[in-house]
């Protein structure tokens, strides 16, 4: 999500935003259908109905101007793509497993990508990216974060938050119900940078308060 600008005129950038989703079965269906119809239906698993009011269902001429998207998937990794053609703007997020390393990475990869044919129209970006939430280390976690993931809370840290471009996160100590106290050591971390400028890494922003 962030601020664009161009020719002047100020716009949200927020690319895969699921209120602003095509839905072409759905509101081609609307445009046919009557005001006193019971709207469009979608079969359940028990044999019912769910009813989709008109009003969540976007006109023609109002779909229109929402951004396409695309979704491919190969045998590691895996590509969206979304083309505003209001803003000209095109998005594309890969992810992929990271090659040849003796440990376990996962790679987001953001391009986007000024379309506009106005050569001459410069445009100017500010962009918050990354994932939302970040999981830490410490033992057995899988079915704690689920029961008791505001307890969880407790043990869980960031190092290396005052540098801001590579934090690195783990519990205190495992959090099993036992008489010793193990101490973790293991964390997970991340980084970011731009291509042409990988020695730098960007700041990230750990703590999610500051963001939503």
């Given at each position: 999500?962030?601020?664009?600008?161009?020719d002047?005129?100020?716009?949200?950038?927020?690319?895969?935003?699921?209120?602003?989703?095509?839905?072409?079965?759905?509101?081609?269906?609307?445009?046919?259908?009557?005001?006193?119809?019971?709207?469009?239906?979608?079969?359940?698993?028990?044999?019912?109905?769910?009813?989709?009011?008109?009003?969540?269902?976007?006109?023609?001429?109002?779909?229109?101007?929402?951004?396409?998207?695309?979704?491919f998937?190969?045998?590691?990794?895996?590509?969206?793509?979304?083309?505003?053609?209001?803003?000209?703007?095109?998005?594309?997020?890969?992810?992929y497993?990271?090659?040849?390393?003796?440990?376990?990475?996962?790679?987001?990869?953001?391009?986007?990508?000024?379309?506009?044919?106005?050569?001459?129209?410069?445009?100017?970006?500010?962009?918050?990216?990354?994932?939302a939430?970040?999981?830490?280390?410490?033992?057995?976690?899988?079915?704690?974060?689920?029961?008791?993931?505001?307890?969880?809370?407790?043990?869980?840290?960031?190092?290396?938050?005052?540098?801001?471009?590579?934090?690195?996160?783990?519990?205190?100590?495992?959090?099993?119900?036992?008489?010793?106290?193990?101490?973790?050591?293991?964390g997970?971390?991340?980084?970011?940078?731009?291509?042409?400028?990988?020695?730098?890494?960007?700041?990230?922003?750990?703590?999610t308060?500051?963001?939503?």
């Amino acid at each position: 999500v962030g601020w664009g600008k161009s020719d002047g005129e100020s716009f949200l950038v927020e690319p895969f935003d699921p209120a602003r989703t095509r839905f072409a079965q759905l509101y081609s269906s609307r445009n046919t259908q009557s005001s006193s119809s019971s709207s469009l239906k979608k079969n359940r698993k028990d044999g019912g109905k769910m009813k989709i009011p008109p009003s969540l269902v976007p006109g023609a001429e109002e779909a229109a101007n929402y951004p396409t998207r695309s979704m491919f998937i190969g045998s590691n990794e895996m590509q969206i793509r979304e083309v505003d053609s209001v803003h000209k703007i095109e998005t594309n997020v890969s992810y992929y497993t990271l090659p040849e390393e003796d440990f376990g990475a996962f790679v987001r990869r953001t391009t986007i990508a000024n379309i506009d044919d106005k050569s001459d129209r410069p445009l100017h970006l500010s962009i918050l990216d990354g994932l939302a939430r970040i999981q830490p280390v410490g033992g057995k976690l899988n079915y704690q974060l689920k029961t008791i993931g505001r307890t969880l809370e407790g043990w869980m840290g960031v190092d290396e938050a005052d540098h801001g471009t590579m934090p690195f996160f783990r519990m205190s100590t495992e959090p099993a119900d036992s008489a010793a106290v193990v101490v973790e050591e293991a964390g997970h971390f991340c980084l970011s940078y731009i291509e042409s400028d990988e020695k730098e890494f960007l700041p990230i922003v750990y703590d999610t308060s500051k963001v939503f």
